[in-house]
């Protein structure tokens, strides 16, 4: 009855879903020039003349696509290597332009100018490249900051504003095959830090969720050296390793080599093959710390490692059913991902050796590895819609673990639909082999003010991923969530917005038991003066390990970056928690806070400090 219910309701709001009709994306050619820049933040070079010059002319925040305060101006040009990109930000106080130098990718702080490229036009893909005064990158691909590429980049501030100079490689990014007619999706943004305005090339409604469907669009690229880029990463580490004996002399063990090799094609320019052989992390930034006390549920860590990053967004799913950090110890992989036409691809096939050091050296399964093999299909259709196909599979020793199964993500309009269904089939070293199911089904509407949501998922007890992270099992959800945004008209006033929000969900167990609900109710406030904060109060209802608990919490959290200088903010919470220790199950007093605070005096130091407690 529960499922009727849930279908009836999407079922009788389909006929409301609303054609989309705006204006027509302004189009351009972007010229090819014959002399490429000099990457110095100077707009001297005589290619910028030659250039496309594009006006940002849409304040798009805090006002509604109006007259912006600062004028900003995008030349663009190509050749056969590269795309070139200025930005002339002009600043009315150019002594309060907000840039430091910064790490790549955290640039957040600070003023900045945005390119977005859609290469393969479909609305749903793109590149984004982000910088601040002085040329500090920010990257990414689909919104993931962890995904890096080869471009230069050079800022400089005058006394008019600031400039920065962008050279990209085509190698840098996939591409359809190029042909002066085929367009590319497009969209410029400049940020103003001290004045919280977001300044766009072209217009964006509010009553249009994505800003994809609103993206302008260019074409013109022909005659492009694409080759089949080769990168080749040799690899050495080195280590020795001693210990004292009983008569305290140290003994130093054998030196020890061990080589590796990472390799990466582009086969074309839009179909990428990655290798690697014994490869080393040792680079990699670290884990961001978590807090793991008292909780139920394992903790979920990033992937960063650069060779499972790339296409990293193709084998994104409703349910994580692919989490490449659980290939622990790769000691061999091969990755083969991109698109051709309206399909996107992606393929992983790899050799883990973390299992078999788990056992001793007289056990079967002692230096043995897991093989993974994941597979992904995505097909565009309708406008902005997709529908995909996933495959996943762990091998080890004689044990198994696959998951397969579709999903779909449809849009229509300010109305989505999303939906998985997987079946999992999972065979031990004993013969003994269990299936079973999960399910996702999700519905949104967004528009200008209003927001609301609703969503089912359903995880039967033998349902497992191996190469995924699925935290729980065995479990019925239902939600639903709504939000107001209120918006003030005047430009004047402190208080600029504010979002009264909800969200509610009940958990029920596979027979039918209530297991777990909650009620949570917000409110989120942000003023003129780059400062918002938030406040939240929520009850629930947890039955674990036979007993019935009824936790609460209240929260609050500000922020606030109106000084150059100093930003941060800190938050608290206070309510009534659940002590999860079997030997001491009971609700108790819980309490917490967190803190951070960023520095920076100059262009040269930049420092941030922070704290969280909880009990």
Same mark, same amino acid.
């Given at each position: 009855?529960?499922?009727?219910?849930?279908?009836?309701?999407?079922?009788?709001?389909?006929?409301?879903?609303?054609?989309?009709?705006?204006?027509?994306?302004?189009? &351009?050619?972007? +010229?090819?020039?014959? $002399? #490429?820049?000099?990457?110095?933040? %100077?707009?001297?070079? @005589?290619?910028? /003349? =030659?250039?496309?010059?594009?006006?940002?002319?849409?304040?798009?925040?805090?006002?509604?696509?109006?007259?912006?305060?600062?004028?900003?101006?995008?030349?663009?040009?190509?050749?056969?290597?590269?795309?070139?990109?200025?930005?002339?930000?002009?600043?009315?106080?150019?002594?309060?332009?907000?840039?430091?130098?910064?790490?790549?990718?955290?640039?957040?702080?600070?003023?900045?100018?945005?390119?977005?490229?859609?290469?393969?036009?479909?609305?749903?893909?793109?590149?984004?490249?982000?910088?601040?005064?002085?040329?500090?990158?920010?990257?990414?691909?689909?919104?993931?900051?962890?995904?890096?590429?080869?471009?230069?980049?050079?800022?400089?501030?005058?006394?008019?504003?600031?400039?920065?100079?962008?050279?990209?490689?085509?190698?840098?990014?996939? &591409?359809?095959? +190029?042909?002066?007619? $085929? #367009?590319?999706?497009?969209?410029? %943004?400049?940020?103003? @830090?001290?004045? /919280? =305005?977001?300044?766009?090339?072209?217009?964006?409604?509010?009553?249009?969720?994505?800003?994809?469907?609103?993206?302008?669009?260019?074409?013109?690229?022909?005659?492009?050296?694409?080759?089949?880029?080769?990168?080749?990463?040799?690899?050495?580490?080195?280590?020795?390793?001693?210990?004292?004996?009983?008569?305290?002399?140290?003994?130093?063990?054998?030196?020890?080599?061990?080589?590796?090799?990472?390799?990466?094609?582009?086969?074309?320019?839009?179909?990428?093959?990655?290798?690697?052989?014994?490869?080393?992390?040792?680079?990699?930034?670290?884990?961001?710390?978590?807090?793991?006390?008292?909780?139920?549920?394992?903790?979920?860590?990033?992937?960063?490692?650069?060779?499972?990053?790339?296409?990293?967004?193709?084998?994104?799913?409703?349910?994580?059913?692919?989490?490449?950090?659980?290939?622990?110890? #790769?000691?061999?992989?091969?990755?083969?991902?991109?698109?051709?036409?309206?399909?996107?691809?992606?393929?992983?096939?790899?050799?883990?050796?973390?299992?078999?050091?788990?056992?001793?050296?007289?056990?079967?399964?002692?230096?043995?590895?897991?093989?993974?093999?994941?597979?992904?299909?995505?097909?565009?259709?309708?406008?902005?819609?997709?529908?995909?196909?996933?495959?996943?599979?762990?091998?080890?020793?004689?044990?198994?673990?696959?998951?397969?199964?579709?999903?779909?993500?449809?849009?229509?309009?300010?109305?989505?639909?999303?939906?998985?269904?997987?079946?999992?089939?999972?065979?031990?070293?004993?013969?003994?082999?269990?299936?079973?199911?999960?399910?996702?089904?999700?519905?949104?509407?967004?528009?200008?003010?209003?927001?609301?949501?609703?969503?089912?998922?359903?995880?039967?007890?033998?349902?497992?991923?191996?190469?995924?992270?699925?935290?729980?099992?065995?479990?019925?959800?239902?939600?639903?969530?709504?939000?107001?945004?209120?918006?003030?008209?005047?430009?004047?006033?402190?208080?600029?917005?504010?979002?009264?929000?909800?969200?509610?969900?009940?958990?029920?167990?596979?027979?039918?038991?209530?297991?777990?609900?909650?009620?949570?109710?917000?409110?989120?406030?942000?003023?003129?003066?780059?400062?918002?904060?938030?406040?939240?109060?929520?009850?629930?209802?947890?039955?674990?390990?036979?007993?019935?608990?009824?936790?609460?919490?209240?929260?609050?959290?500000?922020?606030?970056?109106?000084?150059?200088?100093?930003?941060?903010?800190?938050?608290?919470?206070?309510?009534?928690?659940?002590?999860?220790?079997?030997?001491?199950?009971?609700?108790?007093?819980?309490?917490?806070?967190?803190?951070?605070?960023?520095?920076?005096?100059?262009?040269?130091?930049?420092?941030?400090?922070?704290?969280?407690?909880?009990?």
């Amino acid at each position: 009855m529960k499922y009727l219910v849930f279908f009836i309701i999407i079922l009788n709001l389909l006929p409301l879903l609303p054609v989309i009709a705006g204006e027509i994306p302004e189009e &351009f050619v972007i +010229p090819r020039i014959s $002399t #490429p820049p000099v990457i110095d933040g %100077i707009l001297d070079d @005589k290619c910028w /003349e =030659e250039s496309v010059k594009l006006p940002l002319d849409f304040q798009i925040w805090p006002e509604d696509n109006t007259k912006p305060s600062e004028e900003t101006y995008v030349y663009l040009c190509y050749d056969s290597d590269n795309i070139y990109i200025a930005f002339q930000a002009r600043d009315s106080e150019p002594d309060k332009i907000r840039h430091t130098l910064a790490m790549r990718d955290n640039i957040s702080g600070d003023d900045t100018v945005t390119i977005y490229f859609d290469t393969y036009y479909d609305q749903r893909n793109y590149y984004f490249f982000a910088f601040n005064p002085l040329g500090i990158q920010a990257d990414g691909e689909n919104g993931n900051y962890n995904w890096d590429t080869q471009l230069t980049s050079k800022g400089q501030v005058d006394n008019e504003g600031y400039i920065v100079e962008v050279s990209l490689p085509f190698t840098s990014i996939k &591409f359809p095959t +190029p042909d002066f007619d $085929t #367009p590319w999706g497009l969209r410029i %943004i400049r940020t103003i @830090k001290r004045k /919280e =305005e977001t300044i766009s090339w072209m217009p964006q409604s509010r009553d249009i969720p994505s800003w994809q469907l609103q993206e302008g669009k260019f074409h013109g690229f022909e005659d492009i050296n694409i080759g089949h880029p080769v990168q080749i990463i040799p690899v050495i580490v080195t280590a020795s390793t001693g210990k004292r004996d009983e008569e305290k002399n140290f003994v130093q063990n054998p030196f020890r080599v061990d080589p590796g090799i990472n390799f990466k094609v582009g086969l074309t320019s839009d179909l990428t093959f990655d290798a690697t052989i014994n490869p080393d992390f040792s680079q990699v930034e670290a884990d961001a710390p978590q807090i793991d006390v008292n909780t139920r549920f394992p903790l979920f860590i990033p992937e960063k490692r650069p060779f499972f990053l790339e296409g990293q967004g193709i084998f994104s799913t409703p349910f994580r059913v692919v989490h490449t950090r659980q290939i622990v110890k #790769p000691e061999f992989g091969t990755k083969l991902t991109g698109k051709i036409g309206k399909n996107t691809l992606g393929l992983i096939v790899a050799s883990d050796s973390a299992p078999g050091d788990l056992y001793e050296p007289n056990e079967p399964g002692y230096h043995q590895n897991a093989l993974f093999t994941i597979v992904r299909m995505k097909r565009d259709i309708l406008k902005d819609s997709e529908i995909g196909f996933i495959l996943t599979d762990r091998e080890f020793l004689n044990s198994f673990n696959r998951v397969y199964g579709i999903d779909g993500d449809l849009n229509f309009g300010q109305y989505s639909v999303t939906f998985q269904g997987l079946n999992s089939d999972t065979g031990d070293e004993e013969g003994y082999v269990k299936s079973g199911g999960a399910y996702k089904l999700g519905f949104d509407y967004s528009g200008r003010n209003l927001s609301y949501g609703l969503s089912h998922t359903a995880v039967n007890p033998d349902f497992e991923a191996q190469s995924g992270f699925i935290y729980r099992t065995g479990y019925k959800h239902y939600s639903g969530w709504m939000g107001y945004e209120f918006q003030s008209d005047d430009e004047n006033t402190l208080l600029r917005t504010w979002v009264p929000m909800f969200y509610g969900d009940l958990y029920y167990d596979y027979n039918g038991t209530l297991t777990e609900g909650l009620a949570d109710f917000g409110m989120y406030f942000s003023l003129s003066n780059q400062t918002s904060f938030d406040v939240y109060g929520n009850t629930g209802y947890l039955k674990y390990e036979g007993s019935d608990f009824y936790p609460s919490q209240i929260e609050f959290w500000f922020n606030s970056s109106y000084s150059q200088t100093i930003s941060g903010g800190f938050g608290f919470y206070l309510g009534r928690e659940v002590n999860y220790d079997p030997d001491r199950l009971i609700l108790g007093n819980s309490s917490g806070y967190n803190m951070n605070l960023t520095l920076k005096f100059g262009e040269n130091f930049r420092n941030t400090f922070t704290y969280s407690s909880s009990n």
